[in-house]
């Protein structure tokens, strides 16, 4: 079982920035990936960047270039860095974890919101 707790989402205005954690913990698999999917109101929830144990990140599109998904493995957290934010950020950011082992399977967190407006 592992448990997910976002923290860092709030109101910011366009252009601005914002940095999103999700801190993991109970039974840790060396090999995993975390992420960060977001759902806007009245869409579907996306994926918005990952990042496996060993450091390699991937990023939707539209994301690329202004957000930055880090992770500190002794703490057992991601980071995300949302520079450059726009209204159509605005939505609710999941942590996602997902074991790489035998029993691989994933695990949400409750859910940060962020929202960008004036």
């Known amino acids: 079982q592992v448990q997910l707790v976002e923290s860092g989402g709030g109101l910011v205005q366009p252009g601005g920035s914002l940095t999103v954690s999700c801190a993991a913990s109970g039974s840790i698999a060396s090999r995993n990936v975390m992420g960060w999917f977001r759902q806007a109101p009245g869409k579907q929830r996306e994926m918005v960047a990952t990042?496996?144990?060993?450091?390699?990140?991937n990023y939707v599109d539209s994301v690329s270039g202004r957000f930055t998904i880090s992770r500190d493995n002794s703490k057992h957290t991601v980071y995300l860095q949302m520079n450059s934010l726009k209204p159509e950020d605005t939505a609710v950011y999941f942590c996602n974890y997902r074991r790489l082992d035998w029993n691989a399977k994933d695990y949400w967190g409750k859910g940060t919101l962020v929202t960008v407006s004036s």
């Open positions: 990042i496996t144990s060993g450091g390699r990140a």
